[in-house]
């Protein structure tokens, strides 16, 4: 894998970290913003409210994310909070019974994450699609990854980022 692969995953596994952060404390100051960011195993009680997210064995992370991680992670993070309400209006548009409200804390994050990456066509749907879909095999319930690759799945397809008959992930 090369390093420049290795770094998009960080900044995904970041952005989606902050994402969560930030549904759960949205007027944290950018210091402490930054601090989670920068800090993959930062513990619980610091400034993340949860330690469901820290990295794990199967994990390989650094003990500080470069600069260049950090600050895409945030940018990428901040841009997807931002638009919050639009990726929870098109996701319960596809999945009337599971509104934001009602979905997992980490499923909501990385549909976030996911619905913001997709509109902003920088990367490879199928590519954004797979590394979401893991990660919410890693951090969501056992019924996460189904649940997230139907919805971004959905929403590349409605954005033309993928053909109606490809999918990008299967099971």
């Known amino acids: ?11 995904r596994y970041v952005a989606m970290r902050l994402l969560f952060l930030l549904d759960a404390q949205p007027d944290i100051d950018d210091t402490a913003l930054r601090d989670a ?5 930062k513990e619980a009680g610091d400034v993340f409210p949860s330690d469901v997210l820290l990295p794990h064995d199967a994990m390989e992370f650094p003990d500080e994310f470069p600069d260049r991680v950090v600050n895409r992670a945030i940018e ?19 999945a009337p ?21 997709l509109s902003q066509a920088k990367s490879p749907a199928p590519v954004v699609i797979n590394e979401l879909v893991e990660m919410s095999r890693t951090f969501g319930t056992e019924r996460s990854p189904a649940f997230v690759n139907a919805l ?19 099971g």
């Open 1 to 11: 894998m090369s390093e420049e692969t290795t770094q998009t995953q960080w900044v």
């Open 97 to 117: 019974d599971w509104p934001a409200p009602r979905q997992a804390a980490v499923d909501r994050a990385i549909l976030r994450l996911g619905v913001y990456e």
């Open 152 to 170: 971004l799945d959905k929403v590349a397809r409605d954005l033309g980022r993928l053909p109606a008959s490809e999918s990008s992930v299967s």
């Open 76 to 94: 990428q993070a901040c841009g997807a909070f931002d638009a919050r309400e639009r990726s929870d209006r098109i996701t319960g548009a596809l």
């Open 37 to 41: 960011a920068k800090h993959p195993a």
